[in-house]
């Protein structure tokens, strides 16, 4: 932790931050006091107003559209630069400490997280890698995203696995009852997502996962918006495995993800894709070809040379989060979407898709303008300004707004202005 803190402290140093307006939070003064940071007698707005100057944003547009990238704060982009910068040097070296640091972050041992590319790597290193037998059964969602589809279409294809699949309920115990009226003796996994991409409807996955253990079945989740939105605790949720990335909500750059392989089941999922750092060695010549034993952790599963530079940026970005305060963060996104699904109930002309139960809804709000097609938003001159995720999955065609911690109440109630004269 020391020797990153005095990196951050030697990029602050050799950058005009003064220029980009870090000031309000502390990370261009003082990088050592980076982790013990503290509002310096900023609350409420104003503290948000002051972390929102960490931002960079397009010319007029308001950005509500985290559940796809999540924008890099500042001084995050600043590392990441400084991270190339030694890289183009020669500077290699991987540490563990980004390892160590999303473990701790994602509630895991070290030697449960696999540093991948994205969340569908992870997913697919769960699918490929599980021993299923013909005619086993995928409990799954149909609000799933591309990446929590497609891996497990694809060994379904190719192992003759079969689904069941539900319809998220309007609460989190409707939900599990209708996972559970799927489950038969030929279910081998519940794969679902933490947070649905298409309504960001929070599945209750500590439940879900104590429900396929006391069955002896596997719980896979799809995490792509776990991390930087809600508290997690791999351990505490139970779940088997969790795949996710940190360019969503993590705000962190694109290009790395992370895999949370529950220890126990690390020998039961093959590894299909080894080489540097997978195995304890091996020997390969004209009298002997053999290999030690695959790497005794989830290591085993992000084989070769890693981007350094990404790695140590999602490092970066996790920090950040932290001193600004994870619960705070978690609690600014809730409270701006559950502000804004208010003001759109009261429109007669929207029909609300994500649950009004709390507990099932976090920073994502999905809806749909009754009367209007995803066309008419396709085409609307002002979807560029309000930069939101048009959803055709699922057979929705709806919209998704994502509140972050930049996000303002003015810029929500703008949102729900543009709404209302849409209506038919
Ligand atoms: C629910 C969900 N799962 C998976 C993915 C794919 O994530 P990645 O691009 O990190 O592979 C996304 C991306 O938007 C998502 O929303």
């Not at 009852?177 to 030929?186: D, G, H, M, P, V």
């Not at 649950?355 to 938003?377: C, N, Q």
Request: proline letters at 4%.
């Amino acid at each position: 932790m020391q020797g990153r803190r005095r990196f951050l402290k030697h990029l602050i140093a050799s950058t005009s931050l003064g220029a980009l307006n870090l000031s309000g939070i502390g990370l261009g003064q003082n990088l050592d006091s980076h982790t013990d940071w503290s509002p310096a007698g900023l609350e409420g707005e104003a503290f948000w107003k002051d972390v929102r100057k960490q931002y960079t944003f397009y010319p007029n547009q308001i950005y509500l559209n985290s559940a796809t990238i999540g924008l890099i704060p500042i001084p995050v982009r600043l590392a990441i630069e400084k991270n190339f910068a030694s890289l183009a040097q020669g500077k290699y070296y991987l540490p563990h400490e980004p390892r160590e640091k999303v473990a701790e972050f994602l509630g895991a041992d070290v030697s449960e997280i696999s540093l991948t590319h994205n969340t569908t790597e992870g997913i697919n290193i769960i699918a490929n890698g599980l021993p299923f037998r013909r005619k086993d059964e995928i409990i799954i969602t149909d609000h799933e995203h591309v990446g929590n589809a497609f891996p497990w279409l694809n060994r379904a294809r190719l192992s003759g696995l079969r689904f069941k699949v539900f319809t998220p309920a309007p609460t989190a115990a409707e939900t599990l009852n209708r996972i559970a009226s799927l489950i038969t003796r030929r279910t081998r996994i519940i794969a679902v997502p933490h947070i649905t991409c298409t309504t960001g409807q929070i599945l209750p996955i500590r439940a879900i996962a104590s429900l396929a253990r006391s069955k002896g079945i596997w719980s896979f989740v799809d995490g792509a918006h776990g991390p930087g939105s809600t508290a997690l605790d791999m351990h505490d949720l139970g779940c088997d495995f969790y795949a996710t990335c940190g360019h969503k909500w993590l705000c962190a750059p694109a290009g790395i993800g992370m895999l949370y392989i529950r220890k126990e089941m690390l020998d039961t999922v093959e590894a299909h894709m080894v080489g540097a750092y997978s195995g304890m060695g091996w020997t390969l010549n004209h009298q002997e070809q053999s290999m030690l034993s695959l790497t005794q952790s989830a290591h085993r599963f992000d084989y070769g040379t890693q981007n350094k530079a990404l790695i140590l940026g999602l490092q970066d970005a996790v920090e950040f989060m932290q001193t600004i305060g994870l619960e705070k963060i978690y609690a600014r996104g809730r409270t701006l979407a559950a502000y804004l699904q208010e003001k759109l109930l009261a429109l007669p002309h929207v029909e609300m898709l994500t649950p009004t139960e709390k507990k099932s809804r976090g920073t994502i709000i999905g809806f749909k303008v009754k009367g209007r097609s995803l066309d008419y938003f396709r085409k609307h001159p002002q979807l560029m300004h309000f930069r939101v995720r048009i959803v055709p999955e699922s057979n929705l065609d709806s919209l998704r707004i994502s509140t972050h911690l930049f996000n303002t109440y003015a810029e929500l109630d703008e949102f729900v202005d543009f709404i209302e004269k849409t209506k038919p």
